[in-house]
């Protein structure tokens, strides 16, 4: 039985106050959830005082994105090393806005995953595709063109993957459960082929308009692990519900 993960990725969002409110709201809501792992990604500005907020709690901290090398001359990057120093346990990876404005390939998202799992961040690797790619039936192909190349050479361990169809994200159109749970199968069939019988054993996160409207369903899909929520997440009692969805 792998146990569910729901994490919170608020993106360009929060100053340090926001952040701060939000984490002294949520964490009273949510401190008795034995059950599941909670994560959440403020921006860099914030991941400090949120480290300070969430010692001694069930609530993990993540970034939401990083650089492939230690340290060195790459103006206005971070490091898993400063991210594990701040208090990071999880990294985002391959969210689809840092492929699609910041042109992020399968290789340089792959150099991140490694750098992540170098220094023990457990990393939320994102893939997902596009409404063209969509319609023109070629899902199942962007899929494995990304799990394959994104975790080349990555061990198991410490991986969990966030199917997040693109054309669903922020959009307020969210997969249907029977898309969301043939998306993640077959996800789970090409982990089966990078790591044989651990796959079974790597949670699998939807994300896309996630809300507390719809996490009960999405949960019931038997491939469905946990959820990765935006807009969702910038509330406490919004976030707070989803992680307490219906067992």
């Not at 400063?82 to 290789?107: P, W």
């Not at 170098?118 to 494995?144: D, P």
Request: contains cysteine; proline residues 3%.
């Amino acid at each position: 039985m792998r146990r569910p993960l729901i994490a919170a990725n608020w993106k360009m969002n929060k100053t340090i106050g926001e952040t701060e409110t939000f984490l002294f709201e949520f964490i009273p809501m949510v401190r008795d959830v034995k059950d599941a792992d909670i994560v959440v990604a403020p921006p860099f500005t914030s991941l400090h005082s949120a480290s300070l907020l969430l010692k001694n709690t069930n609530v993990a901290l993540s970034s939401q994105d990083l650089f492939f090398e230690d340290k060195g001359a790459f103006t206005g990057e971070v490091s898993s090393v400063m991210l594990t120093d701040v208090g990071c346990s999880y990294a985002i990876v391959g969210h689809s806005e840092r492929r699609q404005y910041f042109k992020e390939s399968n290789e340089i998202i792959n150099r991140k995953v490694v750098a992540s799992r170098k220094h023990s961040l457990n990393v939320i690797f994102c893939i997902g595709e596009t409404l063209q790619e969509r319609e023109a039936g070629k899902t199942f192909e962007i899929l494995a063109q990304e799990v394959a190349a994104g975790l080349r050479d990555v061990p198991s361990e410490g991986i969990s993957v966030a199917y997040e169809p693109i054309w669903a994200i922020g959009t307020g159109k969210t997969a249907t459960p029977e898309q969301a749970q043939e998306a993640h199968h077959y996800i789970r069939e090409r982990l089966s082929l990078c790591y044989g019988n651990a796959a079974q054993g790597i949670r699998i996160l939807y994300g896309g308009s996630v809300t507390p409207e719809n996490i009960d369903v999405l949960m019931a899909c038997e491939d469905v692990d946990g959820a990765l929520v935006g807009g969702a997440s910038l509330k406490a009692d919004s976030f707070a519900k989803i992680v307490n969805y219906k067992r």
